[in-house]
């Protein structure tokens, strides 16, 4: 029970470097455009470009850990990380600013890919999803501390600093991954280097149909969020006129809610299966999200009702992230980086497609992140139901 405490609290700092980015200085978006003298369009890019990268870089880091190992590819994406951030805190300019934290962002996906992978090394089914809930417990002093310490930093000694910060919490990473992580895929297990080899573990996967479809389940499920993450500052402190600080708790309790659910996601698979937890989930989360919609665009959501309404939401993505996860990862045991690097790549790129999308639609109301949610929301459920109302497909034998 200790070690899998160890392994839970070492893996969930290591998926938290990413978040913690992007949450420490959300709310100091507002700040960066004037300081940098950049409409909130293109301060709002660098949350997209840090998107994009993970997004792209997982098909690379996925290869690499069934290849050379979980370790060597960790501790390359890790310093790149700290030295996107340092490249962050020196931008001239919000052209170098979105470059850096594109940077960042190819460094954070190791951080963001990796540990899914170490989990299926160590366990599968219910025993998975439990030690998923742990990361995601660890890693939610991320977005339950980062904007509030992101507001102060800033307000104390300015925006530049959150970024010397971010890499030093970025170096405090790689001394701890260094010591405390053992390697999880052993030398018989890794593959042969070679193109060919990496593109049939690609093909292996791609042709896995239920693979996809539960993918993109989660894939919805997190464009959703990304939707809130790249428009909330801008909302809460813009349009209903909250201070950097009043924002930051906001943000923080609907990490909460999300963090908070998703601890029962291990106790609820045990009982009454992963697939019936995604489904119900999945329809409690469209429903919300659907009857904030009709009540934004009738009678108008207030400040309190959205907060309520995105909490509610929130905690019903709990259930489906880390069970989705652990559905799709179980199929493909023998290639899990690579799977897990798919995973990730699809997921983040659906994020990304559907937050450009209502960007474009940005006019500072809530009601464009209203309708990208209803809309993710509405599709995370039609997957999950047209997937998982029967027993879920037998994992895929190895080759």
């Not at 260094?178 to 593959?191: G, V």
């Not at 698979?269 to 489904?279: I, N, Q």
């Not at 559905?327 to 023998?334: I, N, Q, S, V």
Request: neutral net charge.
């Amino acid at each position: 029970m200790a070690r899998f405490a160890r392994t839970a609290v070492v893996l969930g700092l290591l998926s938290a470097v990413g978040p913690f980015a992007i949450d420490m200085y959300l709310p100091a978006l507002p700040a960066i455009g004037s300081d940098l003298a950049a409409d909130p369009g293109a301060v709002q890019a660098s949350v997209l470009a840090f998107f994009v990268a993970v997004g792209l870089c997982q098909v690379i880091y996925g290869p690499l850990a069934d290849i050379y190992g979980r370790r060597r590819p960790l501790f390359v994406g890790l310093t790149l990380y700290v030295i996107g951030g340092i490249g962050c805190a020196l931008a001239p300019n919000i052209e170098t600013l979105i470059a850096m934290r594109f940077l960042q962002g190819v460094g954070a996906c190791a951080g963001m890919t990796i540990p899914r992978a170490v989990v299926r090394d160590l366990h599968s089914g219910p025993d998975a999803a439990r030690l998923m809930s742990l990361i995601m417990l660890v890693f939610s002093v991320s977005p339950m501390l980062a904007p509030l310490t992101g507001s102060l930093v800033a307000e104390a000694i300015g925006w530049r600093a959150i970024f010397w910060t971010v890499s030093g919490v970025g170096l405090a990473v790689l001394a701890l991954a260094a010591f405390a992580l053992p390697e999880t895929r052993p030398p018989e297990r890794q593959m042969a280097s070679n193109a060919k080899d990496i593109l049939a573990g690609y093909g292996r996967v791609l042709r896995d149909s239920a693979f996809i479809g539960i993918t993109m389940i989660g894939g919805f499920g997190i464009a959703s969020f990304f939707i809130y993450l790249t428009g909330a500052s801008f909302l809460f402190i813009d349009y209903f006129g909250l201070t950097p600080l009043q924002f930051s708790f906001i943000f923080a309790s609907n990490a909460v809610a999300f963090i908070g659910f998703a601890q029962f996601n291990g106790w609820a698979g045990a009982r009454f299966g992963l697939a019936r937890v995604v489904l119900v989930a999945t329809t409690v989360f469209a429903t919300l999200t659907l009857l904030l919609f009709v009540i934004t665009i009738t009678v108008g959501a207030g400040l309190v009702l959205l907060w309520a309404m995105l909490f509610a939401s929130f905690g019903a993505l709990g259930f489906v992230m880390p069970s989705t996860a652990v559905l799709a990862l179980d199929r493909h045991g023998p290639v899990a980086g690579t799977a897990s690097a798919l995973l990730g790549t699809l997921q983040m790129l659906a994020g990304a497609t559907m937050t450009a999308l209502v960007v474009v639609f940005a006019d500072g109301s809530p009601l464009p992140m209203v309708v990208g949610m209803a809309v993710c929301g509405v599709i995370t459920a039609g997957l999950a139901w047209s997937l998982l109302r029967s027993p879920p497909p037998q994992p895929v034998p190895a080759e």
